[in-house]
């Protein structure tokens, strides 16, 4: 409660601060993120395992997206004028309050700075509940944001276990949540805020279909296909889950996929060379062996590649040949390694494939027909879809998902606006 207070008190003065000002403290945290980003990238390999390389480039990207904010932030919330009846309307977009943050491990820089940037520069000041494996990411980016100049209260780290992040929704210090996390926790965080009628986005799991038609460039699609399964050992929501493939190209794809996962190195996270790190959580690891010895025990062909170290959570890249429906490869997210790949005959068989699951998130399509493949795009149902490409997340671009797979959108100008009150208002004489 006193961390929500000290909230709510920097929130009355926050909000009153000019956009450009609070612009120039976006800036600043973007010049402070570069400057220390081997600092902030080594703690995140050793509190989750991910690739230093990968590290390096989640806080440059964090850098490029205060930048965005910066750069924007009074443009997105400047008045919107709007022609009438009366002498004058227009719309304000003004913050919403303190907004309660629950974020993953995954990307622990990232989701904390997609959704924690854009809160602050549009006036909200903020409380992170991050995830319990990563404590000491979770305080350095608080640190982070008050070596950038933000008053004390602006962002704040709080290191409480999920009843208590539950609880602290129920207070009336708390205005809106974030959440970004599974489907179980988005159910139970909803209702909390449901019953208290707050603001809530949700960004949750994904299970994204890679689409592969007969007239692809079948190289390029299988190993693109197999650096999009790969993002951060597949501990990744939007990476590419399952790979819907023409018959016709079929042997041809899995052929390039197989050679591109032969050429990642899984190993040591501090070295520069590794590509592919441990699991992030003995959890995770044991869930992926049920997943695959579920669809071996069902007559899937499994094709794994290359091995780890030995000692550790690491999960050898593998691809799950001739899937069944009812396997938990497909019918459950897998958050790791695992490539079941589909093969399907016509576009329609396709597309009805890639719809084939609870979750909405993102998903590719491989043509060199571009009228194709943008029909194909607009019949899937996700938030995202990239053409002839991997599914990224870009601070320019709204991203979020349909179905199971959340609610709501974060970055661009969508992302910022979710939580202002849009307020009308309306001039007669």
Known sequence: ?????????????????????????????????????????????????????????????????????????????????IKTEAKKSYVLFQPLGVVLAIMPWNFPFWQAFRFGVPAVAA??????????????????????????????GVFTTLLIDVKQALRLIDEDLVDAVSLTGSNRAGEEVGAHAGRKIKKLVLELGGSDPFVVLDDADVELAGRTAAKARMINAGQSCIAAKRFIVMESVAEEFTKHFLAQLRELKIG??????????????????????????????KGAEIVQVGQGPGKGLFFAPCAVLRPLPNMKVLTEEVFGPIAPIIVVKTDDEAVDAANDTEYGLGAAVWSRNIERAEGVAARIEAGAIAINDMVKSDPRLPFGGVKKSGVGRELSHYGLKEFVNIKTVVVKE
């Open 123 to 152: 006036g909200n000041t903020v409380l992170l509940k991050h995830a319990s494996n990563v404590p000491a990411t979770a305080i350095a980016l608080e640190t982070a944001f008050r070596a950038a100049g933000f008053p004390e």
């Open 1 to 81: 409660n006193s961390a929500g207070e000290k909230a709510r008190r920097a929130f009355t003065s926050w909000r009153n601060v000019p956009v450009a000002e609070r612009a120039a403290a976006v800036k600043r945290l973007a010049d402070h993120l570069r400057a220390e980003k081997r600092r902030y990238a080594e703690l995140m390999t050793r509190e989750m395992g991910k690739p230093i390389k990968d590290a390096l480039a989640e806080v440059e990207k964090c850098a490029w997206l205060s930048e965005y904010y910066a750069e924007n932030a009074e443009r997105f919330l400047q008045p919107e004028h």
């Open 268 to 297: 040591d996270p501090m070295d520069e060379t590794t590509d592919i790190g441990p699991m992030a959580r003995k959890d995770i690891f044991d869930g992926l062996n049920k997943q695959l010895s579920d669809a071996r025990a």
